[in-house]
């Protein structure tokens, strides 16, 4: 540093002639409307190690992290604040200094602001971080010093930089941990042992940290709610249900018990009390410890019959088959409004329509309670080791060591087209960043309507596709949703998107049209087709997923294969509609070559040729 410099620093005067002028507006006002979650959190969580121990890595991971629950977060990283605010500092001591001065100056400021200010800086010196910290109780602000411990020689091993390399050859002098001094943290509110901690699991701790203290509500981090009955209470809950009045439940029924059992509909503690179904349907939200996106109803319909018989019980045993399957606890009966109930939900009443016609159909009371699910609910078709929980995918993504997952929601067979748009989503997660995204190829399977492929025939096609290696088997994960098919445009499109995201996905796939179908009279879509994916770029509550919409893709007649649609060359591209297709699957046609693999579309025209023999 020249000697200019160096007076710039040293000869700094303090400023005279100033007085502090308080905020008109209290950090409590702030934080009503700072963030989606009330409250002040303004605090600075501060990141000290040596360089390469994995202080930016974390500190970006916590921001993500704390946003996407809706918490006002932002990370300051040293190369970043050195390229502004601190372009004039050097490296000698009294710069040092200065540099973490300004910084924990800016950290009160954003933490004043009612933001979480991570700071991540190597702050080698025990006194200065000491001063940031006193910079903060004075103006009676949090302030958590984290040390991110990771050994010398693997601070080294790491080197992205190659800063380590620089200073055992000499060309960087004063360098912490080689020619200067990192002072070790003695009292530290938190210490991350980077070389044997995974980030994950780094994160987890410094969420803890942060809600024993108060900054980060126990709600913003809640995890799935599981209704199965615990071991322990299997035995007497069982019994207890062979008193109580029971309630026969249709198959549709039972679908939406595994919805709710397993979690889906986090943090719904069984089928919905008037209260919440009115928060359903006139704001697409539970508004009870805070929004929570939630568009579909999840109810229990009973018949007027059933409804005089069991008002006043204590609780109800549900029953499939002659099986008793869970235990509704606390019953609420109240009127079931169909008509209004479609009209809010659809934007149509058309009976034409195969689930409104269900609805429509169904009793005239719904009943909401606690539910006690007493097993987890098999459907013995060969197929129940692809219903994973949401508990279950998070596992196995973390198995997979995925720092990406990326779902993909279908109910009908996959085309190259499909392949394409999940291949192009998956690089540019690597262009992002990212190393290890998965893919959930998440196909539905609960109720669809008469003429949809059958699950079994879907799962076969979709195995196909993999065995052709179209989609890569070593980071794909195929999996069963159980949820019913509405075909209620985009009103249901954010509770697929919203499941997967209970699932750990953190990027959601969205195409034309989703969950639509023709108008049943006029046969026109019953959904303007570009609706979905804009409504769920929009919808309040998927704080944790990015959405990626459809790029549009047809078949490229002169490269002979599913291309991204170009404008320029219009005459070169075919647009192979679903009816098309399923007409030449059952004339045993072959499509373009190009347009799915084989193997895939030979089980598609299977599934017709059965049809033809079973009609």
């Given at each position: 540093m ?13 400023s ?12 409590s ?12 959190r303004?605090?600075t ?36 604040i ?37 700071a ?50 000499g ?5 912490t ?9 003695e ?66 029924d ?30 697409g ?8 996106n939630?568009?579909v ?52 009443t ?50 997979m ?38 893919l ?79 108008h ?96």
């Amino acid at each position: 540093m020249s000697g200019d410099d160096k007076k710039t620093i040293t000869e700094i005067h303090k400023s005279t002639n100033v007085v502090y002028q308080a905020h008109h507006v209290s950090r409590s006002k702030r934080g009503q409307i700072v963030g989606t979650r009330r409250g002040f959190r303004g605090c600075t969580v501060w990141l000290t190690g040596l360089s390469g121990a994995g202080k930016t890595t974390i500190g970006f991971a916590l921001e993500e992290y704390l946003v996407t629950h809706g918490i006002p977060c932002y990370s300051l990283d040293g190369d970043n604040i050195r390229q502004g605010l601190n372009k004039n500092l050097g490296f000698s001591s009294e710069d040092r200094e200065e540099n973490i001065r300004r910084i924990a100056e800016v950290a009160k400021l954003f933490a004043d602001a009612g933001l979480v200010c991570i700071a991540s800086f190597i702050s080698p010196f025990a006194k200065d971080r000491e001063k940031a910290r006193k910079s903060h109780e004075v103006s009676n602000l949090p302030f958590f010093e984290v040390f991110v411990d990771a050994p010398l020689d693997i601070c080294e091993n790491r080197d992205v930089k190659g800063l380590y390399k620089k200073a055992r050859a000499g060309e960087i002098k004063g360098f912490t941990g080689i020619d200067s001094e990192y002072e070790t943290p003695e009292s530290s509110e938190l210490v991350l042992k980077t070389n044997l901690t995974s980030v994950n699991e780094c994160i987890q701790r410094l969420v803890e940290l942060l809600e024993e203290r108060g900054i980060v509500p126990a709600a913003a981090s809640e995890g799935v709610k599981e209704l199965f009955v615990p071991d322990n209470k299997h035995d007497l809950v069982r019994e207890a249900a062979w008193t109580l009045p029971t309630l026969q439940i249709t198959r549709l029924d039972l679908q939406w018990v595994q919805v709710l059992s397993e979690g889906w509909a986090t943090p719904l503690s069984g089928f919905m009390r008037e209260r919440e179904l009115l928060q359903v349907l006139h704001f697409g939200m539970l508004l009870d410890g805070g929004l929570i996106n939630l568009t579909v109803p999840i109810v229990l319909p009973v018949c007027t019959d059933d409804k005089v018989r069991l008002a006043g019980s204590s609780a109800i045993a549900l029953v499939y088959s002659g099986r008793t399957v869970a235990v509704l606890q606390k019953p609420e009966f109240y009127q079931h409004r169909q008509e209004e109930r479609c009209a809010r939900q659809w934007g149509t009443t058309c009976e034409n329509h195969p689930y409104i016609k269900m609805v429509m159909e169904s009793g005239d009371w719904l009943v909401g309670g606690d539910l006690q699910v007493l097993e987890r609910i098999r459907w013995n078709d060969g197929l129940d080791q692809y219903r994973l929980t949401p508990m279950e995918l998070k596992q196995k993504f973390k198995d997979m060591n995925a720092d990406a997952i990326f779902a993909f929601q279908l109910r009908n067979p996959v085309h190259n087209g499909h392949a394409l748009l999940m291949q192009d989503t998956r690089r540019r997660l690597l262009e992002q960043g990212y190393k290890r995204p998965v893919l959930l190829l998440h196909p539905l399977g609960g109720w669809t309507k008469d003429d949809d492929v059958p699950l079994a025939w879907r799962m076969r096609q979709h195995a196909a596709v993999l065995e052709e290696g179209v989609l890569d088997p070593s980071s794909t994960v195929v999996a069963i949703f159980p949820s019913p098919m509405m075909y209620a445009g985009p009103t249901e499109v954010q509770w697929h998107c919203r499941s997967r995201m209970i699932a750990g996905a953190n990027f959601y796939i969205v195409g034309r049209d989703p969950a639509g179908m023709p108008h049943p009279v006029t046969k026109k879509d019953l959904y303007e087709p570009t609706h979905g994916a804009k409504v769920l770029s929009m919808a309040p509550g998927l704080t944790t997923v990015e959405i990626i919409p459809f790029r549009v893709a047809a078949y490229d007649k002169d490269k002979r294969c599913m291309d991204f649609y170009d404008p320029g060359r219009p005459q070169s591209f075919d647009f192979i509609s679903g009816t098309r297709m399923r007409q030449l699957a059952r004339e045993n046609k072959n499509p373009p070559d190009g347009f799915m693999a084989p193997k895939a579309w030979k089980v598609l025209t299977e599934y017709y040729s059965s049809l033809e023999k079973s009609n």
